[in-house]
Every structure is written in C-alpha cells, then in structure tokens.
C-alpha cells in the first residue's frame, strides 16, 4: 500500500486564513470571514443544482415514469445509471480545463447546459430520448465536481479545506433533503413531467449570478485588500513546499496512492447512489405509502447526515487527520445497511432508523476525504487526479443506480439491494483503513 508522507505543520499555524507561522489577528479573522460569507453560499448553490437535476429521477420512478414510457424494471434502473456514464468519461478532461483555464467559465456553460437537460427530461415522448438526455445530463454535469474542489483549493488553506469541501458537498444531502418533500407534492399536483421541467430551470437563471459574482482565484477580485491577498498566497505556497514533486499527469494518475483512492471512492458510491436513486422506491414499498409520504419520510437521512457532515468536518480540521474520520464511518454505515436488510419491512420503523444511521455515515465523510487529495498530491496535477478519482466514484455510482435498481425490479423487495450496497461500503472502509499516511 502507499507510504505517504502527510507534513506536520508549523508551530503557531492558525485558524483559516492566517499565514504560517503568525498569530491570529482581527484581520486575519475578518478575512476568512469574508470569504466564506462570499463565496461558501455560492459554491453551495451551484452544486445544489447540480445534484438536483441528477437525482430526481428515482422520485420520477416511484411516480409511474416507467408505466407511462412503457419501461421494463430492469431498463429503468439502466436509465436511472446512464447518467454516470457520461459522467464518468468527461470528469477528467473536465477538471483539467478546469485547473488550467478556468473554473468560473466551465461551470457557467454546465449549469446552461445541465438545465436544458433537465428540462428536457419532461418533455421525452420515447425510451430512446430519455436515454440520450441521461447521458447528456452526465457530460455536462460531469467537470463541476471537481471543478468546484479546484476552486475551493485556489481559496482556503488546509487549516479550512475539510470544512469548506464539506459545505460544498453538503449541497448533496441538503437538496435531497427538500427535493424529496418539493418532488412529492409536485408530482401529486401536476405529474412526474412538470416536476422535471420546474426543477430544472433554477439553474439556468443561476448561472448569470454565478458568471457575475464568481472569479477563479483570489487575486482577479477587488473585495480583498492587497495584503489579504498577498497573505493568503503565501500560506497556499508554504503547504505545496512540503509535497513530493510530480511530473505530470501520467505520473500522478500511476501513484499507488491515486489507484487505492480511485478503488475507494468506487466502492463507496455504490452504496452512496444506490441509496439516493432508489430509496423512495424501498420506502414506497416497504411502507406501502403515497408519495407526499414517501417524500417526507425520505427528507429524514439527509437531516441526519447534515448534522453528522458538520460534525466531522470540524472535528478533521481541528485535529488535522483525514483517514481516520473515513473508514471507520464507512464501516458503520454497512454495519447499518446489513441490519436493516436483517429486520426488514416487518419492524419497518427499526429498520428505517438504520437506513437513516446507513445514509448519513455514508454522506459524513466526504469533507476529509477530498481534503486529504491536495495535501499528498501538488497542484499542477492536483485537478487532474480528482478528476479521475470522482470518475472512478461515477462507476461504481452507475453500478450501485443500476444493479440497485435491477435487484429490487427483479426480486420485488430491496433484500438483495441492501446486501449489494454493504458489500460495497464494507470493501471501501477495508480499504481506506489500509491507506498509510505518514506524520
């Protein structure tokens, strides 16, 4: 396994943006005020949209998409997965454009061109057309992600970088969380198409907003003072020195380091996606209920995993440690996923409260994850290694959308879903555990 070396950092190092080796100061404070205020609710937003338009599809399912379009079990559960295909082959030279040009004009064309998708979603008259604009979702959608942990790497420190990539991903479970309730009651009112078209269009109009207020790195904005700016570049210069130097791409996406993280974040999606694309339909039938229903009670792992996400950030960045806030919250979250599939629709409300406990430790630890990529890997390959690592996790999120799906259609019940999904969380804590970083 990797032996990496994982640098101490220098005594007296303080909080956000406080160059290294200083002491906190007033200013110091107010400047990472400043940027978290500014730009944390934008990044959020922007990629709540994003996982908007890509998860709703499992609420279209619960709803009668199939029936409508004439779609067997086993060819929705495909279409529900296409989405990651796409994903999957532009997340690369996606993240490179990204780090090399810019992420401000990337991520202005995705959101234009992911809210055409999604839109577009409602107005499919055939299998054929849905496929192809699932896939299309997945293209444009697909350089966001690491997009965005580029943009956060130009802009915090390390001190920060698991508490802002937190806040980042915390647009996963918080957009689901209200989606699963708004999805319900616009399906009730006017169908699975209307619902498609309505949550599609927030991001075209957000995209102007993001083109107007956004700017890739520091020095291009006039709402920091020189010295901030000067400040902040030297902290995010003194951590690259301590990185082992890495040619080019070709050498980064070979490290035994970038493989074991690629494997991992694989396996973990397919516990991840397989619960979001198809938990509606396990609580559907499980409880037997109507959709308004389905979609509050759906809302209740987000809850969880919101508080849980918050939680662990902080506790990364106070103690500096990234690998032991991942597997072993991996590890609870399969624990949780086998014990419901144990107890089953009959104590269905036992079993929903571990489905809750699974979903959460599975969202928790995303924030130290991505932070420790860019403290092992330097910069001028940094956006290209999370860019193969997330298109790894959009693999093993087409397997999990997919085979999940394809289980519950072909049994009837999500027994085999759930044991499916633990293996794969299970084999992703196993790993992680074995990653060796270095103090």
């Not at 404070?29 to 949209?49: D, H």
């Not at 509050?296 to 106070?318: E, F, I, R, T």
């Not at 085979?403 to 009837?412: E, K, P």
Request: with cysteine; proline share 5%; glycine share 10%.
């Amino acid at each position: 396994m990797s032996h990496l070396q994982e640098h101490p950092q220098p005594r007296g190092a303080g909080r956000c943006a406080e160059p290294v080796g200083s002491r906190p100061s007033a200013r110091a404070e107010g400047f990472a005020r400043r940027r978290w205020l500014y730009l944390m609710p934008l990044i959020f937003i922007t990629y709540s949209l994003a996982y908007l338009d890509r998860a709703n599809y499992g609420f279209a399912s619960a709803a009668g998409i199939e029936q409508d379009l004439g779609i067997s079990k086993g060819t929705s559960s495909l279409i529900g997965a296409l989405f990651f295909l796409g994903y999957f082959f532009f997340q690369v030279p996606g993240a490179i454009y990204a780090q090399r040009y810019s992420v401000r004009k990337l991520v202005f064309y995705s959101l234009i061109l992911w809210g055409v998708c999604a839109m577009l979603t409602g107005l499919v008259a055939n299998i054929p057309m849905l496929m192809v604009i699932r896939v299309s979702l997945g293209i444009v959608e697909a350089a966001v992600m690491p997009a965005m942990l580029i943009l956060i790497s130009n802009w915090f420190t390390r001190q920060e970088r698991s508490r802002a990539n937190t806040f980042l991903l915390l647009g996963n479970p918080v957009t689901v969380l209200w989606m699963s309730v708004v999805s319900g009651y616009l399906i009730h009112a006017w169908g699975w198409r209307a619902m498609f078209v309505i949550e599609g269009a927030p991001a075209l109009l957000w995209a102007f907003v993001w083109w107007r207020l956004v700017r890739d790195k520091p020095e291009q904005v006039a709402w920091l003072g020189q010295g901030e700016k000067q400040r902040l570049a030297a902290t995010l210069a003194e951590e690259q020195k301590g990185i082992q130097a890495v040619r080019n791409y070709r050498q980064a996406f070979a490290s035994p380091l970038v493989l074991q993280l690629c494997c991992v974040h694989a396996l973990w999606s397919i516990g991840v996606y397989g619960f979001i694309m198809w938990l509606p339909t396990i609580i559907k039938q499980a409880a037997a209920a109507d959709i308004v229903t389905v979609g509050w009670l759906s809302a209740v792992p987000y809850v969880a995993a919101v508080g849980l996400m918050l939680l662990v950030a902080w506790a990364s960045d106070k103690y500096q440690q990234r690998q032991h806030f991942v597997w072993p919250l991996l590890a609870v979250g399969a624990l949780a996923f086998f014990c419901s599939y144990l107890l089953g629709s009959s104590h269905f409300w036992l079993s929903f409260a571990l489905l809750s406990l699974a979903g959460a430790t599975l969202y928790a630890p995303y924030g130290p994850f991505f932070a420790l990529i860019p403290e092992l890997l330097p910069a001028n390959v940094f956006g290209g290694a999370i860019g193969l690592i997330n298109a790894c996790g959009a693999l093993g999120a087409f397997a999990g959308s997919w085979v999940v799906g394809y289980l519950i259609g072909l049994t009837g019940n999500p027994g085999a879903a759930y044991v499916f999904m633990t293996l794969g969380v299970l084999s992703a804590a196993l790993l992680m555990a074995l990653v060796k970083v270095r103090r």
